[in-house]
């Protein structure tokens, strides 16, 4: 089932439990799904990566909201982002831990056969790509950095 039918889905869900605020989040998903699907040059559908890239940018923005809403001492709207989170986290794949995530960069690392930090660029390239949608990539740059300096 593709993210938009789940999310219809769940609108519906939300409709009939009347659950305003999940079914605002709801909505805004669909929303930017709607709009990267009808984007210039789109072909109408969305590819489950691009749906996932969609999705993580989303929780990345209520993410930096939040802490921003936090430092200001709004909690009331601190909270209602940190909801939309949750709501959007429930379609993202799964998060690896740190741990996870340093072991598969020293996968990476050794497959390239990186020797310093000179060679973060082709890490990072391979490492986006391989971790797609399962780390955010500031993560994964600061673990390149540290495994690389080493």
Known sequence: MSLKSKIDNDI???MLAKNKEELEVLRSIKSMILLA???KGGSGDMA???ENKLLMKAAKQRKESAEIFQKEN????AQRELFQLEVINRYLPKQLTAVEIESKLKEIIAQIGAKGPQDMGK????ATKT???QADGKVISELVKKLLAL
């Not at 709004?74 to 709207?77: A, E, K, V």
């Not at 890490?123 to 391979?126: A, K, L």
């Open 12 to 14: 519906k869900t939300a």
């Open 74 to 77: 709004r909690s009331d709207l």
């Open 123 to 126: 890490v990072m390239g391979v």
């Open 48 to 50: 489950a990566d691009a």
């Open 131 to 133: 971790l797609a949608g």
């Open 37 to 39: 699907e009808t984007e």
